[in-house]
């Protein structure tokens, strides 16, 4: 390679580097690492969740959106080492997130007993649609009840990222292989910067549809024991990460904040690229504990006339109360009297 080119850098370029420069050895080793660890506690939570959980969808729905920190961090590192899989890495992670918010949608009313329950919950609760990211000082937004109507088209808000988020990867990949894409070009006129404003938008937009659900639920108090606060912000970390990371890397490589440095032989835009990589992995083990930690073994589920909470459940197996404060005797013992 020349010195400072705008070429890519080989992975054969990158062995290089790492032969010669300690301090890319202990970055590349450290991230490896980090992946191994990312993956092995994903493992550990696919073998706990499938003790705990018995429900077959929300284990898979768990599962899905735990995997988004192991998918992440191996994109990455597959990226460190071969800094021209950046495209296709880039693509499937993207994917894979757009992905698991349709399906973070879908838990978020698993969570509070299926569609069915949450529109009846909330069939008598006027729904605030002035809620950030998108609408938050729009107050003259009139209120609604939640209906089925109303919750189809929260969904398609969130089920328009599926679609247009990956569409615009693909878009951009395309017209980066054919060298009509230059993110170095921040121009009205540069494509670069519009595709990068019709992603924000679509994210924007996801968030919304999930957080008019988030907002309006997030205070009743049958719904605490769920810490649905903790793990929503959890996923709105990947969507920053994912987005605003990326988009002010590669700013600050365009402005020169990031330049070229002549000993590694590589550009400031594959400097940029390396460093956002690096930082996606630290940061997906660090988010991938945190999610260990939020999703319990035992994840409550809201049911019809009660949540499954341990006092209802230990409740099931013990003789019931009455709504009048009465004991009810159980099965047995009225089959016994019933004898007598």
Known sequence: MANCSEEVPFSSDVLALAGRDLTVRAL?????????????LYVEECYSLSKHVTSPQRRNKLLIILGLFPVFSMTSVVTLWVPRASLYSNFLSTGYLAFAMLIF???????????????????????????????????????????????????????????????????GDVAGADGRLNDAEISVQGAFVWLTILRL????????????IYQNVRELEKFQHINIRAKFMLIQTVLLVSNLQTALLSILATAGAIPC??????????????????????????????????YPKGDPTLQKGGDKTPAAVEGRTNPAMAEDGDVQADEPTKAQGAGV
């Open 28 to 40: 590349l080793g450290t991230a490896s690492v980090c992946f191994a660890l990312t993956f092995l």
């Open 105 to 171: 949608f879908s838990l978020l009313t698993d969570y509070y007993g299926g569609k069915e329950r949450l529109i009846e919950e909330l069939s008598n609760t006027d729904i605030k649609y002035n809620t950030p990211p998108c609408c938050c000082c729009c107050f003259c937004i009139p209120k609604s009840r939640l209906n089925r109507r109303v919750h189809g088209n929260l969904r398609i808000l969130v089920l328009q990222y599926t679609i247009v988020r990956p569409l615009l990867e693909y878009i």
């Open 201 to 212: 938008m679509s994210t924007l937009v996801c968030m919304y549809g999930c957080m008019v």
């Open 261 to 294: 440095n002549p000993d590694t032989l590589f550009p400031a835009s594959s400097r940029a690229n390396a460093m956002n990589h690096l930082l996606v992995v630290f940061e997906m083990l660090l988010l991938a504990i945190l999610a260990r930690w939020l």
